[in-house]
T-cell receptor, first 116, second 112 residues
Framework: EADIYQTPRYLVIGTGKKITLECSQT?????MYWYQQDPGMELHLIHY???????EKGDLSSESTVSRIRTEHFPLTLESARPSHTSQYLC???????????????FGSGTQLSVL | GENVEQHPSTLSVQEGDSAVIKCTYS??????FPWYKQELGKGPQLIID?????GEKKDQRIAVTLNKTAKHFSLHITETQPEDSAVYFC???????????FGTGTSLTVIP
């Protein structure tokens, strides 16, 4: 069982609100990711980080921002939520160093966001 | 960049039958191919993976095959059970710590 946690599990908010989705991992992994998952299942990479103070944009353009001040913590923030942001958000981590088995991605349980 | 295609998008099988999900990739540099299972309300969980120096790998009822020449890999589930019902994703990556490219997912339903 992977030690990566996301809160909240479900969030319903009104348009224009600022929200932060939390993600923490206790495995000491350097690399962390945020994926947005459509209702049609496809996973889209929106942000990733190689380590502390590193953040990169993924393939899918997103109005969200991320920060990486600590290795274990990778929060995602939406300054002004809109209905188009309604989606499932999945956080993941991996360790790119060491043996080849460290390529594995570990996912959290996700946050289901609904913006009204 | 890499492009991973996955088929079928939905699959229904009778309990006890086998299920096969196929993926193709475009970048010949890809060398790591994991498969993830996502149950309802949960995040994807790694169930099996294969590296490009191996043609087949098996773990109990699940197996993965890789054809590097044709750039395709497949997930095989034998003796399916209702608890195998989930969404399955294939993925490809070409270097340790590099980005993972996912297929579009297959929703598997095992009918009791």
């Amino acid at each position: 069982e992977a030690d990566i946690y996301q809160t909240p599990r479900y969030l319903v908010i009104g348009t224009g609100k600022k929200i932060t989705l939390e993600c923490s991992q206790t495995m000491g992994h350097d690399k962390m990711y945020w994926y947005q998952q459509d209702p049609g299942m496809e996973l889209h990479l929106i942000h990733y980080s190689y380590g502390v103070n590193s953040t990169e944009k993924g393939d899918l353009s997103s109005e969200s921002t991320v920060s990486r001040i600590r290795t274990e913590h990778f929060p995602l923030t939406l300054e002004s939520a809109r209905p188009s942001h309604t989606s499932q958000y999945l956080c993941a981590s991996s360790d790119p160093h060491g043996t080849e088995t460290n390529e594995k991605l570990f996912f959290g349980s996700g946050t289901q966001l609904s913006v009204l | 960049g890499e492009n991973v295609e996955q088929h079928p998008s939905t699959l229904s099988v009778q309990e006890g039958d086998s299920a096969v999900i196929k993926c193709t990739y475009s970048d010949s540099a890809s060398n790591y191919f994991p498969w993830y299972k996502q149950e309802l309300g949960k995040g994807p969980q790694l169930i099996i993976d294969i590296r490009s120096n191996v043609g087949e790998k098996k773990d109990q009822r699940i197996a993965v095959t890789l054809n590097k020449t044709a750039k395709h890999f497949s997930l095989h589930i034998t003796e399916t059970q209702p608890e195998d019902s989930a969404v399955y994703f294939c993925a490809a990556s070409w270097n340790t710590g590099n980005q993972f490219y996912f297929g579009t997912g297959t929703s598997l339903t095992v009918i009791p």
